[in-house]
C-alpha cells in the first residue's frame, strides 16, 4: 500500500469535515467505498491512497469546492486552471510568482514568496481556513511542495517547515512527508527551501501535465521521488526538443547552472551523454508513434528534425536492429 502524503488518519479526518459541511458519514464511505470502520477514531480500517482520494473526490463533488468549505469557496476546476497558467515559465522563481498571480484570481489561499540571501521562503495564508483538523493547511503544505518538486522533476528539499499550529499526536509523521520535523505553535505555515532552487528551470510539458492533472486528486496523497541525478534533469530539459527546438549543450548547462565543461563530467559519471540522452528521447518518441500509427514515416521523420526520411529509416535501425516498418506491424 502507498504511503499517504499527509500523517494522521487522513480519512477520518475527512470525514470530520464532510460532517462539519452537514453530510452523513456514513453515506460518505459508502460513497467512496469504504467501512464504516474508517472513521474510527481508535484508528479503523487500513485505508488506501486511492481509497482516500476517492472519498476527497466525493468531498469536491459534494461541496462543489476544492477546500471542502472550509474557508473562502475555491470552485472546481482552480487547481487545473493554476497549473495550466504555469506550465509555460523558465523556472521555479517565475514559477512561484504565477502561482502567487493565479491564487490571487481564483480565490485561493493567499501565497508569499521572500527571498533571503541563502533561503526562500514560501508561505500559504491558511488564516481564513476554519481547520481545527489541520488538513487543509497540511494539504495546502503538501500540494505546494509536491508540485514545485513535479515542476522542476526533482525533490525540493526543505530546510525548515513552519506550522501554526500545536504539535498533534502524529507529529513524528510529519518527517516521513515533508523530510523534515516542522517547528509548531509559528506564526505562520511557512515552507523553506535553498535559494539556489529558484533558477531550477522546469521540465514538463502540455502532455505531461494532462497525465499530472487526470492523476489528481492521487497526485495530492501519494509519496513521490523525482528524478534528481544530473541525467534526469538533462534529458526532461532535452525533451521539450521533440517540439521542434533541440537545446544545445552550452544552453542546457546554464539552465542548470554550471559549465558545459562540468555537466559533460557528471554525466560520463553517470555512464551517459547528452546525445546518448538525446538518442534515448528520439527512439522512445518514434517507437511510440509507430505503434500508434498516427503519422507517416516522413510526418515523424520531419517531426524528429530529420532532413528526410532516409535518414530517419537508417537512425531507427540503428536504434533497433530493425525498420521503422517493423514497429507499425
Same mark, same amino acid.
Given at each position: 500500500?502507498?504511503? *499517504?502524503?499527509?500523517? &494522521?488518519?487522513? /480519512? +477520518?479526518?475527512? =470525514?470530520?469535515?464532510?460532517?462539519?459541511? &452537514?453530510?452523513?458519514? /456514513?453515506?460518505?464511505?459508502?460513497?467512496? %467505498?469504504?467501512?464504516?470502520?474508517?472513521?474510527?477514531?481508535? &484508528?479503523?480500517?487500513?485505508?488506501?491512497?486511492?481509497? =482516500? /482520494?476517492?472519498?476527497?473526490?466525493?468531498?469536491?463533488?459534494?461541496?462543489?469546492?476544492?477546500?471542502?468549505?472550509?474557508?473562502?469557496?475555491? +470552485?472546481?476546476?482552480?487547481?487545473?486552471?493554476?497549473?495550466?497558467?504555469?506550465?509555460?515559465?523558465?523556472?521555479?522563481?517565475?514559477?512561484?510568482?504565477?502561482?502567487?498571480?493565479?491564487?490571487?484570481? $481564483?480565490?485561493?489561499?493567499?501565497?508569499?514568496?521572500?527571498?533571503?540571501?541563502?533561503?526562500?521562503?514560501?508561505?500559504?495564508?491558511?488564516?481564513?481556513?476554519?481547520?481545527?483538523?489541520?488538513? %487543509?493547511?497540511? $494539504?495546502?503544505?503538501?500540494?505546494?511542495?509536491?508540485?514545485? &518538486?513535479?515542476?522542476? @522533476?526533482?525533490?525540493?528539499?526543505? +530546510?525548515?517547515?513552519?506550522?501554526?499550529?500545536? *504539535?498533534?499526536?502524529?507529529?513524528?509523521?510529519?518527517?516521513? =512527508?515533508?523530510?523534515?520535523?516542522?517547528?509548531?505553535?509559528?506564526?505562520?505555515?511557512?515552507?523553506?527551501?535553498?535559494?539556489?532552487? $529558484?533558477?531550477?528551470?522546469?521540465?514538463?510539458?502540455?502532455?505531461?501535465?494532462?497525465?499530472?492533472?487526470?492523476?489528481?486528486?492521487?497526485?495530492?496523497?501519494?509519496? +513521490?521521488?523525482?528524478?534528481?541525478?544530473?541525467?534526469?534533469?538533462?534529458?526532461?530539459?532535452?525533451?521539450?526538443?521533440?517540439?521542434?527546438?533541440?537545446?544545445?549543450?552550452?544552453?542546457?548547462?546554464?539552465?542548470?547552472?554550471?559549465?558545459?565543461?562540468?555537466?559533460?563530467? $557528471?554525466?560520463?559519471?553517470?555512464?551517459?551523454?547528452?546525445?546518448?540522452?538525446?538518442?534515448?528521447?528520439?527512439?522512445?518518441?518514434?517507437?511510440?508513434?509507430?505503434?500508434? @500509427?498516427?503519422? *507517416?514515416?516522413?510526418?515523424?521523420?520531419?517531426?524528429?528534425?530529420?532532413?528526410?526520411?532516409?535518414?530517419?529509416?537508417?537512425?531507427?535501425?540503428?536504434?533497433?536492429?530493425?525498420?521503422?516498418?517493423?514497429?507499425?506491424?
Amino acid at each position: 500500500m502507498s504511503r *499517504s502524503a499527509l500523517p &494522521g488518519n487522513v /480519512a +477520518r479526518r475527512l =470525514v470530520r469535515i464532510g460532517e462539519r459541511q &452537514g453530510l452523513d458519514a /456514513a453515506s460518505l464511505l459508502r460513497r467512496a %467505498g469504504l467501512p464504516a470502520s474508517a472513521a474510527d477514531p481508535s &484508528g479503523g480500517a487500513a485505508v488506501t491512497v486511492s481509497q =482516500v /482520494a476517492e472519498l476527497t473526490q466525493e468531498l469536491w463533488l459534494l461541496t462543489g469546492d476544492e477546500l471542502f468549505g472550509l474557508g473562502p469557496p475555491v +470552485r472546481l476546476g482552480a487547481f487545473q486552471l493554476m497549473m495550466r497558467s504555469v506550465i509555460h515559465v523558465p523556472d521555479l522563481r517565475a514559477a512561484l510568482q504565477r502561482l502567487a498571480e493565479a491564487g490571487e484570481v $481564483l480565490g485561493t489561499p493567499r501565497l508569499r514568496v521572500t527571498a533571503g540571501d541563502a533561503l526562500v521562503e514560501v508561505e500559504i495564508d491558511v488564516s481564513l481556513l476554519d481547520d481545527p483538523d489541520h488538513l %487543509g493547511g497540511e $494539504l495546502l503544505a503538501t500540494l505546494i511542495h509536491r508540485v514545485l &518538486g513535479w515542476l522542476v @522533476g526533482r525533490r525540493i528539499v526543505l +530546510r525548515e517547515l513552519r506550522l501554526p499550529w500545536s *504539535s498533534p499526536a502524529y507529529a513524528a509523521e510529519y518527517e516521513a =512527508v515533508f523530510g523534515r520535523h516542522p517547528v509548531f505553535d509559528a506564526a505562520g505555515l511557512v515552507l523553506a527551501f535553498d535559494r539556489a532552487l $529558484l533558477t531550477a528551470p522546469l521540465v514538463r510539458d502540455e502532455r505531461q501535465l494532462a497525465d499530472y492533472l487526470a492523476d489528481q486528486p492521487n497526485v495530492w496523497f501519494a509519496t +513521490r521521488d523525482y528524478g534528481s541525478s544530473t541525467a534526469d534533469q538533462v534529458r526532461r530539459i532535452l525533451a521539450r526538443g521533440l517540439s521542434g527546438h533541440w537545446p544545445v549543450p552550452d544552453d542546457i548547462a546554464a539552465r542548470l547552472n554550471m559549465s558545459t565543461q562540468h555537466l559533460r563530467r $557528471l554525466l560520463r559519471a553517470e555512464h551517459t551523454s547528452i546525445g546518448q540522452l538525446k538518442e534515448d528521447l528520439l527512439r522512445e518518441a518514434a517507437v511510440a508513434s509507430l505503434a500508434r @500509427g498516427e503519422e *507517416s514515416v516522413e510526418e515523424l521523420a520531419r517531426r524528429l528534425g530529420f532532413s528526410e526520411a532516409s535518414a530517419f529509416r537508417r537512425a531507427f535501425r540503428r536504434w533497433t536492429g530493425q525498420p521503422p516498418g517493423a514497429y507499425r506491424r
